[in-house]
């Protein structure tokens, strides 16, 4: 029996490299030789390279050093599977003049207008078009590659993971320390979006009490977003890193995503796995995720983000009736093991007649 050889191109993504982890770990498990080729650090950052997983540091860059090197690292590989746009770009310079097949999973799809959104649209046309098979995380992705001239556009069942362990801790203590002692938690994350983010929360300081919203996730956006609250005389309060977020939504009464951004998806996983009803801007792929358990409003819309809040922290029942949904569409969320016997069925179908007997 010959081993299918694999090899995961990263663009370096935090979500990407989450689902890489995850599918490198259990491709390995079913007897599939896996190489993870990504940036320098990312394997060390993310987890990876996983235990039996050989690790390759390729630059993000598309010149001729780059491209050779991953180039080299597909050598002899069964299939190639390249992780977002830029990722699948790379992989299809390297692969010219070879058979070797293609997949390419579109994650998410960056916003842009004027010259940087035309030159997306020819990256996208380029990535969709020399792949095999493209497996898009949401209809919208299927649809936009189909539009792009996808030979074969399918949606990618995602397992959405917990970070971490939650609802352990002491839940008062923990608004305590924010400093939401008898007034309503809002909880966030550092993402893009921020200005409509901050209107509202001007708007919630005439509530009585006023709602404290406590951003997780502190990144490159900090500093600014610290002196707005300063200057502002906010009630906002930066709540450290990610690592904390599982902690600080099971002591909060609703969490907001004002966009889109690498930590959105964390805050939409913990939210309804935990039961925190959620209120969060439409971005691509969300409405599949989410279904009806959550409050979804027009991305930027800082009235509709305000108002939607303020009417949930004076209803009671339907933050519970949104909390129980939350936790009945996280239980039909795809499992790791799906995810990965859908993407084993993908590369046994292109490898063909390939190796018989796995999985």
């Known amino acids: 029996m010959t081993q299918l050889r694999t090899v995961q191109v990263l663009?370096?993504?935090?979500?990407?490299?989450?689902?890489?982890?995850?599918?490198?770990?259990?491709?390995?498990?079913?007897?599939?030789?896996?190489?993870?080729?990504?940036?320098?650090?990312?394997?060390?950052?993310?987890?990876?390279?996983?235990?039996?997983?050989?690790?390759?540091?390729?630059?993000?860059?598309?010149?001729p050093a780059a491209v050779s090197a991953l180039r080299t690292a597909c050598t002899g590989a069964d299939i190639v599977h390249?992780?977002?746009?830029?990722?699948?770009?790379?992989?299809g310079i390297a692969l010219s003049g070879r058979s070797t097949p293609l997949v390419m999973t579109w994650h998410t799809r960056v916003q842009a207008e004027g010259a940087r959104g035309r030159l997306l649209r020819r990256l996208e046309r380029r990535a969709v078009r020399r792949a095999a098979v493209v497996l898009g995380t949401s209809w919208e992705l299927v649809d936009?590659?189909?539009?792009?001239?996808?030979r074969?556009?399918?949606?990618a069942p995602v397992p959405v993971q917990p970070s971490g362990p939650r609802g352990g801790g002491d839940t008062g203590k923990t608004r305590a320390e924010l400093g939401a002692v008898g007034r309503p938690l809002l909880v966030s994350v550092a993402q893009p979006g921020q200005d409509t983010l901050v209107e509202a929360a001007r708007e919630w300081r005439g509530l009585d009490p006023a709602p404290l919203l406590a951003v997780v996730g502190e990144d490159s956006r900090a500093g600014a977003l610290r002196r707005r609250i300063a200057a502002q005389g906010l009630p906002v309060v930066l709540a450290g890193g990610m690592d904390g977020l599982a902690d600080v939504l099971a002591a909060a009464d609703i969490a907001v995503l004002a966009g889109g951004g690498e930590h959105g998806p964390a805050l939409v996983r913990e939210a309804l796995r935990g039961g925190t009803p959620l209120v969060a801007a439409r971005t691509d792929g969300l409405t599949e995720l989410v279904g009806d358990a959550a409050e979804l409003i027009p991305h930027g819309d800082a009235g509709a983000l305000s108002g939607t809040v303020t009417r949930l922290l004076?209803?009671?029942?339907?933050?519970q009736a949104l909390?129980?949904?939350?936790?009945?569409?996280?239980?039909?969320?795809?499992t790791e093991d799906e995810m990965i016997s859908h993407v084993l069925s993908?590369?046994?179908?292109?490898?063909?007649?390939?190796?018989?007997?796995?999985?």
């Open 11 to 63: 663009g370096g993504g935090v979500r990407s490299s989450a689902h890489v982890r995850s599918l490198a770990a259990g491709l390995i498990a079913r007897g599939v030789q896996v190489t993870v080729c990504a940036p320098a650090g990312t394997g060390r950052a993310r987890g990876l390279p996983v235990t039996g997983a050989r690790f390759v540091a390729v630059p993000r860059r598309s010149d």
């Open 82 to 91: 390249a992780h977002g746009l830029h990722a699948a770009v790379r992989a």
């Open 144 to 150: 936009r590659a189909r539009s792009r001239g996808a």
């Open 152 to 155: 074969d556009a399918r949606i």
């Open 314 to 319: 004076g209803d009671p029942e339907q933050r």
């Open 323 to 334: 909390a129980d949904s939350g936790r009945l569409q996280a239980a039909g969320w795809p």
């Open 346 to 359: 993908v590369y046994d179908e292109l490898a063909a007649p390939g190796p018989a007997g796995r999985g």
